[in-house]
């Protein structure tokens, strides 16, 4: 069993910055695949970034490629997404969720574990 808790949401202008954290409890925290997923009001939630479990592999989505970083620390149990450049389009929930597959999965469904959500708002 896996706990996520995000930490780092806020509400920020256009063109800003915030890093989300996500820690986690329980076991064998470095053999799991992490992804970070957002949903807006009124829409599905839609991948953003994940890491595989060697934090050799990552993949985000095209609306964020290039400003957004997701990392880890294995040994903290932590994972991060650094966002930049944001724009009022990232305003959502941000959801941390952790797969037990050891390939890096964009599919919601593929994650066996999800946080609680932290709000992110880009004001214009």
Same mark, same amino acid.
Not at 1 to 18: D, F, H, I, T
Not at 38 to 51: L, T
């Given at each position: 069993? !896996?706990?996520? !808790?995000?930490? =780092?949401? $806020?509400? !920020?202008? #256009? $063109? #800003?910055?915030? /890093?989300?954290?996500? +820690? +986690?409890? =329980?076991? +064998? %925290?470095?053999?799991?695949?992490? =992804?970070? %997923? /957002?949903? #807006?009001? $009124?829409?599905?939630?839609? %991948? !953003? +970034?994940?890491?595989?479990?060697? #934090? $050799?592999?990552?993949?985000?989505?095209d609306s964020v490629k290039g400003r957004f970083t997701i990392s880890r620390d294995n040994a903290k149990n932590t994972v991060y997404l650094q966002m930049n450049s944001l724009k009022p389009e990232d305003t959502a929930v941000y959801y941390c969720a952790a797969s037990r597959l050891f390939i890096a999965t964009k599919a919601t469904g593929q994650y066996d574990y999800w946080g609680q959500g932290t709000q992110v708002t880009v004001s214009s």
């Open positions: 069993q !896996v706990q996520l !808790v995000e930490s =780092g949401g $806020g509400l !920020v202008q #256009a $063109g #800003a910055s915030l /890093r989300l954290s996500c +820690a +986690a409890s =329980g076991r +064998a %925290f470095n053999t799991y695949t992490l =992804g970070w %997923f /957002r949903q #807006a009001p $009124g829409k599905e939630r839609e %991948f !953003v +970034a994940v890491i595989s479990w060697s #934090a $050799g592999t990552t993949y985000y989505a």
